[in-house]
């Protein structure tokens, strides 16, 4: 497991879990330390990214459009994030709206759901591009 001041990052064979740490503003400085990180873990190679943001308290806008961006995308074939809410999942699919995500992207309530979608990514790349639940 590696911890940075943001987040946890662990794998699970070709799922890389990334837990937001709780009560945190995430703003552009924040987000790039988050992505350069799980680059690092992932040394090179694709996973699936389950992103659990459940204990979030906001994430500014050029925060989102950061981790919806190309640069922001390297070493992930899909993203499953985790709200905790739903109106963190309607606010969380509207981000998907309007950023639209390099990659195959979908907001989940419940970890295992995610966790489940995101198996389908790990022996083969999906076409899908980013699907709302």
Known sequence: MFE????TIELYGKIIIGTLKDNLSIDLDAAKIIVRDRIDVVKGDEYALLFDASGVISITKAAREYFASQE?????NAAAIIVH???GMMMGNFF???NSPEKPTRIFLNRE???NWLKKYTNSHGNEKTNNV
Do not use: H, R, T, Y
């Not at 940075?4 to 987040?7: G, H, K, P």
């Not at 922001?72 to 992930?76: E, H, N």
């Open 4 to 7: 940075n001041e943001f987040s």
């Open 72 to 76: 922001a995308s390297v070493g992930i």
């Open 85 to 87: 809410s739903p109106i």
């Open 96 to 98: 998907l709206k309007i």
């Open 113 to 115: 759901a995610a966790f």
